[in-house]
């Protein structure tokens, strides 16, 4: 029996980008397309434009708003400011346009499907960088204060340095389900958007 494929609704600022990722994906039997009248707020809703910019953020926030929760975007160039917004959103994985292959497109899809987040590392670096820059020094505050534990705080920075979920659980021994519901804890106390979102929030606060 045929798995239930993945709804993508795709949101593209120009034709060739649209037709490009159609293309890549239209043959795939385990991605279909959805319009927004037909899209449930479970589909991946999947962003592609030159680079990011207000234009794109104004775009994921409607997204955002319509009750989209798996935003992912492809773009040319990132701006930093705009990516950190773009993750503030709620952005879950990332996909330079030169490293779109099909099989790379389709893996973005799946992983935001599934709960993961899908952050290069070169970029995540950027986004700590980022954060790193805007955080104002003397403002560290301990786990005690924030209400962030030794052993979430841990997992936190190896999501940070942009490992995975089976990554996560071989080096600290958890399990993968344990590894999920320490960052579904994280996420959903602070109320946060998703690891990504979570990372850029341990960086503000100083956690990691």
């Given at each position: 029996?045929?798995?239930e ?44 434009t ?66 993961e ?52 659980s ?39």
């Open positions: 029996m045929m798995a494929r993945l709804s993508l609704l795709l949101h593209a600022t120009d034709g060739i980008s649209r037709a490009g990722v159609a293309a890549a994906l239209g043959p795939r039997q385990e991605v279909r397309f959805v319009s927004v009248d037909e899209a449930r707020p479970d589909a991946v809703a999947m962003v592609v030159d680079r990011t910019d207000a234009r794109s953020s104004q775009v994921l926030r409607e997204l955002r708003y319509r009750g989209f929760t798996k935003l992912v975007l492809v773009a040319s160039e990132f701006d930093d400011a705009e990516l950190l917004t773009a993750i503030e959103i709620g952005v879950c994985g990332v996909l330079r346009r030169a490293e779109a292959t099909p099989e790379a497109l389709l893996r973005l899809v799946q992983a935001a499907a599934g709960g987040s899908n952050l290069p590392p070169e970029l995540l670096g950027r986004l700590i960088q980022r954060v790193s820059r805007l955080h104002r020094p003397g403002s560290r505050r301990g786990g005690a204060i924030t209400g962030m534990t030794p052993r979430e705080t841990e997992v936190l920075r190896m999501v940070a340095d942009g490992l995975d979920t089976r990554e996560i071989e080096r600290l021994n958890y399990s993968q389900r344990t590894v999920k519901s320490i960052l579904h804890d994280i996420i959903s106390r602070f109320q946060l958007r998703n690891r990504p979102h979570a990372v850029a929030f341990a960086l503000r606060e100083g956690l990691i």
